[in-house]
């Protein structure tokens, strides 16, 4: 993903094109300064825009529009808008069969892959318009709108989905720093035998990582710990539960500021080491010419693909959702497998292309910023936001994570961070970062729903008793 090196005023022109057309080519120092700024493709630089992204163009053109969004960034992104008829097909079928419970949550499953993807292209194409820094965090937070998307929507069917807000929480990170980052390493290591990274990405990244995973579980084992037969005497669970409430809210406003810090230190302090990183990073790309030859999208297509695709996101999160409870119930799908391993393997598919396709391209610190930034934002963001709002409309949304979750996320972040510790990567390392996540997913495929028993020992049925059962199974 090259965003292309930066042409002003004055400079020897680069690329195909000549950065200054001939007629105002002069030597005259003082009259060259108030020229315009010409890009690589020869466009005029409009002000506040980073030559880079300059397309040339102004406004909406429908063809080119259309045409730029389904070539995409790389070929499996463009292999992957072939899906887009899934899309009008999965509305469809909500509203004529809402009784084709399976085909739906299929149809919409699939349906949000194209949809991601294209929130994560128009993302790329507007982060080139900016400094790199800033683009980078753009292009991430942008990429977890499907994330946050759903877990509104979530939210907002009470108590009964708070068990797979957790699962998801935790299977969202789990997915970024194994499964992805482990793909990242495999593609990187099938064109060279060793990649490198800068520290200032992998050190900073990976402790995040830890501290957040520290923040998140802390409750957790707070909760365990206090309810255990030892300390808890008197039996007083309701108390402890509604004191692990307070701490998880006080926990996402701390992880909230963190943050904020962490936007503050990249944006503001430290930007000037992080871009040179980046600069250095985007010399490596192997198709840099051929991507800063290709048409980019204005402004305004831009935000118009935004607008469609979250349009098209929340639609598909709200049908998905809807159909979680029939999942679990009548298809008898753990409910630890649908939060921890589906939902966070559709919900990043944007970031995962994205990343995957920058390490093929040697472009490790690239690939490192998403993945790593991706699993802070979930963590230090995402987390803390949906906390927040459901304390705002009352919901017992907290921390306490089920152990074996919280278990699963510190052992990642540690298996990672032993991995990122050397500055140095290849395919054995993303072989078995796969494998760890391959084996988190089986456990949680047969990870059981408890049964809760009734007055004479049978199982209550329902969906009252599947709430129940996926409360118990969460921790929540």
């Known amino acids: ?63 080119k529009f259309l045409r730029i969004c389904f070539r995409s960034t790389s070929r499996v992104s463009k292999a992957v808008n072939i899906l887009w008829p899934v899309v009008p097909a999965a509305i469809a079928v909500h509203f004529a069969r809402p009784d084709w419970h399976l085909a739906i949550f299929i149809l919409n499953y699939i349906a949000m892959v194209p949809a991601a993807n294209l929130i994560g292209f128009a993302g790329q194409e507007l982060a080139r318009k900016v400094p790199k820094v800033l683009g980078v965090i753009m292009e991430t937070t942008l990429g977890s709108v499907v994330e946050i998307v759903l877990f509104m929507v979530l939210i907002k069917k009470g108590e009964s989905s708070v068990p797979v807000i957790k699962a998801a929480i935790l299977g969202s990170i789990l997915a970024n720093l194994l499964l992805c980052l482990g793909t990242c390493f495999i593609a990187g290591g099938l064109q060279h035998d060793e990649q490198t990274f800068h520290e200032v990405v992998s050190e900073v990244g990976s402790g995040l990582m830890l501290v957040a995973g520290m923040g998140l579980v802390a409750p957790a084992v707070f909760s365990k710990a206090v309810t255990s037969s030892d300390l808890n005497t008197s039996g007083l669970t309701t108390t402890f539960d509604a004191q692990t409430l307070k701490i998880s809210r006080a926990t996402a406003v701390i992880l909230l500021f963190s943050y904020m810090v962490f936007i503050f230190f990249q944006t503001k302090t430290h930007d000037g080491l992080y871009g040179e990183v980046l ?64 939902l966070p393997l559709v919900e990043k598919a944007a970031e995962h292309l994205t990343a ?111 709430a129940r059962m996926l409360m118990r199974s969460l921790g929540g």
């Open 279 to 342: 600069e250095a990073d985007e010399q490596k790309d192997r198709d840099r010419e051929k991507d800063l030859a290709k048409d980019k999208l204005t402004f305004t297509e831009c935000i118009v693909a935004l607008l469609i695709a979250i349009a098209c996101v929340s639609l598909i999160a709200i049908f998905l959702v809807e159909q979680i409870h029939f999942l679990v119930e009548e298809r008898h799908v753990s409910d630890a497998f649908v939060g921890l391993i589906l």
């Open 356 to 466: 995957i396709d920058e390490a093929y391209d040697n472009q490790m610190n690239f690939a490192l910023a998403h993945v790593l930034g991706a699993s802070v934002q979930t963590a230090l963001f995402n987390t803390p936001l949906v906390i927040i709002v459901g304390w705002g409309l009352n919901v017992h949304m907290d921390l306490n994570f089920e152990i074996f979750d919280a278990v699963m996320l510190i052992l990642a972040i540690l298996v990672v961070g032993s991995f990122l510790r050397d500055g140095k990567s290849n395919y054995l390392e993303g072989v078995l970062c796969v494998l760890v996540y391959m084996i988190i997913a089986i456990c949680a495929f047969y990870y059981p729903n408890p049964a809760l028993e009734g007055p004479e020992g049978e199982t209550p049925e329902g969906g009252e008793a599947v």
């Open 1 to 63: 993903m090259a965003r292309g090196s930066r042409q002003f005023v004055g400079e020897e022109p680069k690329g195909e094109a000549s950065a200054i057309p001939p007629h105002s080519s002069s030597g005259n120092a003082p009259h060259n300064r108030f020229l315009p700024r010409f890009n690589h493709n020869g466009h005029e630089v409009t002000k506040g825009i980073e030559p880079e992204g300059e397309s040339g163009r102004r406004g909406f053109h429908p063809i």
